[in-house]
């Protein structure tokens, strides 16, 4: 039932992460908060100083407490917080309450008089304090979760120490409890989350999003291959953020199998928590056949993605229901030729199998992968099958106005269709 209007009202987004940073839960948000200012709904954000994925905040940013600025008619409001490199239990622990308590000045004046306020977790105490200001304010609050915390951190080895530990899964159960919708992205995600609350018919799938047009392959004039790719080179590319989940040591490993084969080079474009180990390990093992470069512009997603021989989605095998990766779904959305390192019951191996638009190896079984990585090459996959269906699963499951539409309908009373013929 759709809820009825305030036309003074907007929506408030109160997230850790938002543009520009250009990787992960950042890039997800800010895209909803796109669509919601294109459908004349005003909208406002109370967010940190830009930091992920480099994880320091960015130099343009610093020296400042509280900033505010402008993005495509959205506002946003900025708030220092302590942040560094080299992770621990004690950093995350002041990360996330200077987050919370110097961003609770733009809490209050984001969701005063908001229609909708989307809070978005992993960052569970910012979480909480955003959905506590909602609800003394008397604003209808919807939990986005993107990562389910503190089960991420804890299966990856991320976070130990019980005592933070049961303060982190009594944030979650507090944020679900004072959550009036929940959001997430798969089915393993909302059965994790259905296990730690009494009222699981507020949880609601609302997966990740893509834009056919923005990620539409690119045969001729390809940027990736021209700029990046010698000719008759094989590429295997995997771009964003390099975290612990994304277990690149298995990329390396498979580098160091195939470094006798000139034919094959590995291409990893992204930055994160563990880009200094990655580069220290790649030199340890003198691999010439694998280079980084930073991230690049968005526009070059699409060249990158369609332009390389194979793309690698690679996971810990702990990863299975904690996390559904955004970079699968843009992968799809431009015919990637996908290879995913996964395990076999997990989230990603689900969507690549529903799809039909990749291959799926065990996680961390370097051999396998380096053996289905020849086969490609040798042409014994038929890639071009294998790219046409992972577009047209994506354009057809994750399309954004299909998803976003009828939310905005629901949360604003916005009819999409009249609203693009009134544009």
Known sequence: MAHETDRRGHAAFVTSNFWPEPTGTSQTVSEYAEFLSGQRVPVRVATSMPYYPQWQIW??????????????????????HYV???????????????LSLFALPNMIRVLHRAHVAYVVSPALSY?????????????????????????AAVELGMLR?????????????????????????GEGMRNRITRQMSEP????????????????????????????????????LHTGNMGKKQDLDLLLRAAARLRDDPS????????????????????????????????????????????????LISQLP?????????KLLTALAAGAMIVAACAADSETAHLVAESRGGVVVPPGDDGSLAEMLQSIKAGEVPTSDYRRRARDFAVRRFDRRAIYGPLVELHFGTDLKRAGNEQ
């Open 264 to 311: 094959i080079h590995f291409y990893v474009f992204g930055d994160g928590a563990v880009k200094s180990d990655f580069l220290r390990r790649r030199e340890e093992l003198g691999l010439e056949n694998v280079s980084h470069f930073p991230l690049q512009d968005r526009w070059m997603l699409r060249h990158m993605l369609s332009g390389a021989d194979a793309v």
């Open 161 to 185: 120490n019980t005592a933070v530990i049961r303060v982190s899964r009594w944030l979650a159960r507090v944020a679900y409890a004072l959550a009036d919708e929940i959001h997430t992205l």
């Open 84 to 98: 560094r490199p080299h992770v621990s239990t004690v950093t995350r622990i002041l990360h996330e309450t200077t």
């Open 318 to 326: 702990e990863v299975v229901d904690i996390v559904v990766p955004s």
């Open 59 to 80: 130099p343009e940013y610093r020296g400042r407490i509280w900033c505010s600025e402008q993005h495509n008619g959205i506002r946003i409001f900025r708030s220092w």
């Open 127 to 151: 979480a909480v304090m955003g959905l506590t200001v909602s609800k003394l304010l008397g604003v209808r609050s919807v939990l986005v979760v993107k990562d389910v915390m503190p089960d």
């Open 201 to 236: 018919s507020k949880i609601t799938i609302v997966p990740d999003t893509v834009d056919a047009d923005e990620l539409a392959p690119v045969q001729d004039g390809n940027e990736f291959r021209s700029r990046f790719v010698p000719e008759g080179v094989f590429a295997v």
